[in-house]
């Protein structure tokens, strides 16, 4: 199977930029679809932005703000957000659809990373 790796969370004022990454592990064949999640306290998890088949898009409330990319040769995913506001606290999933080779067949499927905070405070 494949795991999926986040890192770049952490505490920032408002203002601030930080640089999310999802990492893939495994023996993926081709990856179909990447996005970001994120969930509040209290609220349900919403879609932040999506990468397929090359296009993008992006939640009104991050759009201009937030840009979505991907690292081909790393098996990445990156997430730049830049003039963070307090409301976009909340803890940021990556997700991934992929084939995947299991040594016999190609699998399609699709992994959920363990989720990285993110603090926008003063």
């Known amino acids: 199977q494949v795991q999926l790796v986040e890192s770049g969370g952490g505490l920032v004022q408002p203002g601030g930029s930080l640089r999310l990454s999802c990492a893939a592990s495994g023996s993926i064949f081709s990856i179909h679809a990447v996005g970001w999640y994120r969930q509040a306290p209290g609220k349900q998890r919403e879609l932040v932005a999506v990468m397929s088949g090359g296009t993008t898009n992006y939640a009104d409330s991050v759009k201009g703000r937030f840009t979505i990319s991907r690292d081909n040769a790393k098996n990445t995913v990156y997430l730049q957000m830049n003039s963070l506001k307090p409301e976009d606290t909340a803890v940021y999933y990556c997700?991934?659809?992929?084939?995947?080779?299991?040594?016999?067949?190609?699998?399609?499927?699709?992994?959920w990373g363990q989720g990285t905070q993110v603090t926008v405070s003063s």
């Open positions: 997700n991934m659809d992929y084939t995947y080779y299991s040594g016999t067949y190609y699998t399609r499927s699709g992994s």
